[in-house]
């Protein structure tokens, strides 16, 4: 099991561009978070979905749209990226409705010039 | 509005001493908490957590005290080692968010434990 990945792990962006990150999960898991941690901000929620072909907006959807086409794959796109969206960014998944232990991806870096 | 805070940005101790982190909250619906840690270039990982049923949970050297009266959680690690230096964040759910599983996030606390 590589639980959950993340592609790619670092990107460059110029201000405009557009870029997609992926996650995948092979844990069969129903729920997908989308995060973004800056400093001394912690963790926001960028996205979330509670399963295949729905998603919702969670703190910071400003700039971000969302994509869960398949079970296993949560997409995050930035339109048009600017330098605000420079961040760390951090996919995670939990089984289905539970309260409880969420399982990260290893994150992407994202600069955005 | 920030509803869970770590106030302490930092924090550095000895190995073999205790550490002590901190987390409070400003959400009385809230009544599950956890804690992450997280290694640099690596995602969170869970660590521990309490249910607002109990005041305390233990997991070999590491216990989660909860106060509700005061809002107030801490992680204490004892003994420290030096591969316990990361990022900790606390992290809390209300009853409501049993159908979405989402969680809110404190700052997080960097802890250095020297050797």
């Known amino acids: 099991n590589a639980g959950v990945t993340q592609t790619p792990k670092f990107r460059v962006l110029k201000t405009g561009q557009s870029m997609t990150l992926l996650c995948a999960q092979d844990m069969n898991h129903e729920y997908m978070y989308w995060y973004r941690q800056d400093p001394g901000m912690g963790l926001r929620l960028i996205h979330y979905?509670?399963?295949?072909?729905?998603?919702a907006k969670g703190e910071v959807p400003d700039g971000y749209n969302v994509s869960r086409l398949k079970k296993q794959n949560f997409l995050l796109g930035l339109e048009s990226a600017a330098p605000s969206q420079t961040s760390v960014y951090f996919c995670a998944s939990i089984p289905g409705a539970q309260r409880g232990t969420q399982y990260f991806g290893p994150g992407t870096r994202l600069l955005v010039l | 509005d920030q509803q869970v805070k770590q106030n302490s940005p930092s924090l550095s101790v000895q190995e073999g001493r205790i550490s002590i982190l901190n987390c409070d909250y400003t959400n009385s619906m809230f009544d599950y908490f956890l804690w992450y840690k997280k290694y640099p270039a690596e995602g969170p990982t869970f660590l521990i957590s309490?249910?607002?049923?109990?005041d305390k949970n233990e997991d070999g050297r590491f216990t989660v005290f909860l106060n509700k009266s005061a809002k107030h959680l801490s992680l204490h690690i004892v003994p420290s080692q030096p591969g316990d230096s990361a990022v900790y964040f606390c992290a809390a759910s209300d009853r409501g968010s049993s159908n979405t599983g989402k969680l809110i996030f404190g700052q997080g606390t960097t802890l250095q434990v020297k050797p």
């Open positions: 979905s509670v399963g295949e072909g729905t998603t």
């Open positions: 309490i249910s607002s049923i109990k």
